[in-house]
């Protein structure tokens, strides 16, 4: 089991920036395919970026050329860089490790004003 920890968000006007990490524990991080969601109040947890062991990314069309995930695995962390946010960005963004174990993390509140 791999456990998760988030930490970075905050409140942010619109078009300002953010980074969030994902710090997890364990040896096997950089064999871990891991992934951001998030979770908007009334809503579905959705896919935000997710990239594999071998660096490769993938993004949800609402944060494509805003938003940049990144790993450090000598640093076991997952970051996600977090640009032109917009209020519809407010959520809990939570990490997750994808593949081949599953995990998430508790979530940390990313709040965008207008």
């Known amino acids: 089991q791999v456990q998760l920890v988030e930490s970075g968000g905050g409140l942010v006007q619109a078009g300002g920036s953010l980074r969030v990490s994902c710090a997890a524990s364990?040896?096997?991080?950089?064999?871990?395919?891991m992934a951001w969601y998030r979770q908007a109040p009334g809503k579905q947890r959705e896919l935000v970026a997710r990239i594999t062991r071998g660096g490769s990314t993938v993004y949800s069309d609402s944060v494509k050329g805003r938003f940049t995930i990144s790993r450090d695995n000598a640093k076991n962390t997952v970051y996600l860089q977090m640009n032109s946010l917009k209020p519809e960005d407010t959520a809990v963004y939570y990490c997750?490790?994808?593949?081949?174990?599953?995990?998430w993390g508790q979530g940390t509140q990313v709040t965008v004003s207008s």
């Open positions: 364990g040896s096997i991080f950089r064999l871990i395919d």
């Open positions: 997750n490790a994808d593949y081949p174990i599953t995990s």
